[in-house]
């Protein structure tokens, strides 16, 4: 039986998966940052401008989360499901999650995330490139 209204189970799941990708970010900056590659600074640079841009968007979900008294806490995993309990207003609603539909809503998530990240700003790594062959050239 279905206890939670579609505006709160679509909330609570947004932010159930955006801090699953805020995690999947910040193990990729590891990776970067150890990694042998040559040119690392703009992939850490894509990397960190997504993480804010998730930290962002998750805090205001935090807020509206608190302010419906939802929340969601993850209640069981094997192999293939995870489990997540949601609790709204006195009513508690378990979901099983496909595992690899977990992984392909994070990598949309992330995809989403690298394209607000491409949005130009003051001061990113563009504008300091720009400037640097701007010097180059005289």
Same mark, same amino acid.
């Given at each position: &039986?279905?206890?939670? %209204?579609?505006?709160?189970?679509?909330?609570?799941?947004?932010?159930?998966? /955006? !801090?699953?990708?805020?995690?999947?970010?910040?193990?990729?900056?590891?990776?970067?940052?150890?990694?042998?590659? %040559?040119?690392?600074?703009?992939? &850490?640079?894509? /990397? +960190?401008?997504?993480?804010?841009?998730?930290?962002?968007?998750?805090?205001?979900?935090?807020?509206?989360?608190?302010?419906?008294?939802?929340?969601?806490?993850?209640? +069981?995993?094997?192999? !293939?499901?995870?489990?997540?309990?949601?609790?709204? !207003?006195?009513?508690?609603?378990?979901?099983?999650?496909?595992?690899?539909?977990?992984?392909?809503?994070?990598?949309?998530?992330?995809?989403?995330?690298?394209?607000?990240?491409?949005?130009? !700003?003051?001061?990113?790594?563009?504008?300091? &490139?720009?400037?640097?062959?701007?010097?180059?050239?005289?």
């Amino acid at each position: &039986m279905r206890n939670l %209204k579609q505006k709160e189970l679509d909330l609570a799941t947004r932010y159930l998966f /955006l !801090s699953m990708a805020i995690v999947v970010i910040k193990q990729d900056r590891k990776h970067f940052d150890i990694g042998k590659f %040559k040119i690392k600074e703009p992939y &850490m640079e894509l /990397l +960190g401008k997504m993480e804010l841009e998730a930290r962002k968007e998750r805090k205001e979900l935090k807020a509206e989360m608190d302010r419906l008294q939802l929340q969601v806490v993850e209640s +069981g995993r094997n192999d !293939s499901f995870t489990s997540f309990l949601f609790l709204a !207003s006195g009513y508690e609603e378990k979901r099983n999650y496909f595992n690899p539909a977990i992984r392909k809503k994070v990598e949309s998530i992330l995809f989403e995330l690298m394209r607000k990240s491409q949005r130009p !700003s003051r001061g990113g790594y563009q504008q300091r &490139m720009a400037a640097s062959v701007d010097d180059l050239q005289g």
